[in-house]
T-cell receptor, first 111, second 114 residues
Framework: AQSVTQPDIHITVSEGASLELRCNYS??????LFWYVQSPGQGLQLLLK??????LVQGIKGFEAEFKRSQSSFNLRKPSVHWSDAAEYFC?????????FGTGTRLQVFP | GAGVSQTPSNKVTEKGKYVELRCDPI?????LYWYRQSLGQGPEFLIY????????DSGLPNDRFFAVRPEGSVSTLKIQRTERGDSAVYLC????????????FGQGTRLTVV
């Protein structure tokens, strides 16, 4: 069965520091992979997606993610975090007709 | 409107009561999804509509949950005989096509069963 694991429940970084959020997936075929962000009181917003081709994908707000088939991973990165990046981040894999989400990583940013 | 609209934004109901949650998708979007998000969890799939029909309802937890989309636009999620365990944020999303098109999420309805 398809599944997504986000090993880190909560991450704290200082503003300006680099960030990597981990995501591992389980899926039999070539996956469609997504990262969403959810700010308090807001809906889920798509940061980036991977379908095929270049394994390094660029998204909005300066985020990028790298698909590594050998590690079944799709980690999200940002070189320099801003205070406004504090939010909940969800990795998702597309099943046959729906998105399957991980449990999320809460990012806290200190000034 | 520009985005997916869900009403009400908050709903408090007594155990055993019936509730309806409404989703207005982006105009022209044929695909509509309902998810449930419990505290500290990721969104959990409930049901997927393609047009008027439920293409996949495998995520509905039991027969107390039902959803309709009679004209292929607005959808209503209906919960009968609510239980305290139904308390969660119910999210709706719509997309123009399959999962290779972006799904846009509403802000959700927070349901509290007391």
């Amino acid at each position: 069965a398809q599944s997504v694991t986000q090993p880190d429940i909560h991450i704290t970084v200082s503003e300006g520091a680099s960030l990597e959020l981990r995501c591992n997936y389980s899926y039999g075929a070539t996956p469609y992979l997504f990262w969403y962000v959810q700010s308090p009181g807001q809906g889920l917003q798509l940061l980036l997606k991977y379908f095929s081709g270049d394994t390094l994908v660029q998204g909005i707000k300066g985020f990028e993610a790298e698909f590594k088939r050998s590690q079944s991973s799709f980690n999200l990165r940002k070189p320099s975090v801003h205070w406004s990046d504090a939010a909940e981040y969800f990795c998702a894999v597309a099943g046959t007709d729906k998105l399957i989400f991980g449990t999320g990583t809460r990012l806290q940013v200190f000034p | 409107g520009a985005g997916v609209s869900q009403t009400p934004s908050n709903k408090v109901t007594e155990k055993g009561k019936y509730v309806e949650l409404r989703c207005d998708p982006i105009s022209g979007h044929t695909a509509l999804y309902w998810y449930r998000q419990s505290l500290g969890q990721g969104p959990e799939f409930l049901i997927y509509f393609q047009g008027t029909g439920a293409a996949d309802d495998s995520g509905l937890p039991n027969d107390r949950f039902f959803a309709v989309r009679p004209e292929g636009s607005v959808s209503t999620l209906k919960i009968q005989r609510t239980e305290r365990g139904d308390s969660a944020v119910y999210l709706c999303a719509s997309s123009a096509g399959g999962l290779n098109t972006e799904a846009f999420f509403g802000q959700g309805t927070r349901l509290t069963v007391v």
